[in-house]
């Protein structure tokens, strides 16, 4: 899958320069986060994290919905959105996600030392959200991270401005692509596709996104709808 650096017209300000001519006459119409995060226009709550133009994307959705590709693709298309490097007890090296691969003991050594912002268990895995994505939204970073649905209260708690991006599909896509991706036994993809799909929290800024089509027309929409600063 290929996604253009200039395919949308989402391009941060700062940026802009770095882009050819042909995108500039759009930065500034569309400069991601020319909409000030509410906690900015406003003193932060205590023990949140914000930065100037710092903001969480938590990316939710079923096993198999495209997370991870989508993620990818709108931090290749807009590179002003970096990714959040997942903490998770699996073998190293089984591709699908950059992620950091540790034993049980080496996860419950970071989570007891105040490692992690969030962690959760899914699939017989366990997984942690580094605490230093704190420091990373405090600089003024925007970052994706890809989120258990049963952490979104917890994290929205940490941090002053996040965003839900919620990606769905339809079960038999899902199935398709768990098959495809061919990162589970069957009986696990039989088990992720069985598994109950929560109900997202109250009070949240929710952008719902099919991704039944095409990955690159899904990042197109994702990036249209996040430069417009809330959901939909
Ligand atoms: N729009 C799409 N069209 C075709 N294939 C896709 C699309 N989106 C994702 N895929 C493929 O579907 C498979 C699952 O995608 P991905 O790993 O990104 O899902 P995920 O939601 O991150 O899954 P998990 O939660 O299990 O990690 C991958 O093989 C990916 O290449
Ligand atoms: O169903 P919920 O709890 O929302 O999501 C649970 C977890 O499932 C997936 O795991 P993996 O990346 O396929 O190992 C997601 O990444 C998420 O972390």
Known sequence: MHFGACSVPDYSQDRAEQYPRS????????TFGAIAPECCRSAPRAGTACGVNGRLIGVTGPSGVGKDTIMQGIAATAP?????RRTITRAPGLGG?????????EFDARRDAGGFVVHWQAHGLRYGIPEATVAR??????????LSRSVLHDVAARFGTFTVLCITAQPETLARRLTGRGRETTADIARR?????PALPDGLAVITISNDGAPEDTVREALHLLAQGSAP
């Open 97 to 105: 996600e950059d992620y950091e691969a540790v034993s049980d003991a």
């Open 80 to 84: 002003h959105f970096g990714l959040v």
């Open 193 to 197: 596709l069985s598994r109950p799909t």
């Open 137 to 146: 939204i405090g600089r003024g970073e925007k970052l994706l991270v890809n």
């Open 23 to 30: 995108c500039q006459a759009d930065a500034e119409k569309y």
